[in-house]
C-alpha cells in the first residue's frame, strides 16, 4: 500500500514520517520523542540525522544565494 502511495503522489514514505512526527511532537507535547519515533519505527537518533541534513542543506542552499 506503502509503495502504491509513492507512486501515486511521488512523495517518499520517508519524508511524510518525519513531517508527521514533527506535526505530533508540536500538538502532543505529552508524547515523548521516543514513543513518535518508535511508533513510526525510526529511532530518535534518524528523527535527529534527518533535521540535521535539512538544516545542513538549507544553509548551503543559503550560502549559494548570497555569493
Known sequence: MVDVAEKEFKIPMKK???QTIEAMKSNFSHIGLA???GWFGISRQAY???NWEGISTTLEEDLVIQR
Open 16 to 18: 511524510v514520517q518525519y
Open 48 to 50: 535527529y540525522q534527518n
Open 35 to 37: 514513543k513518535l519515533c
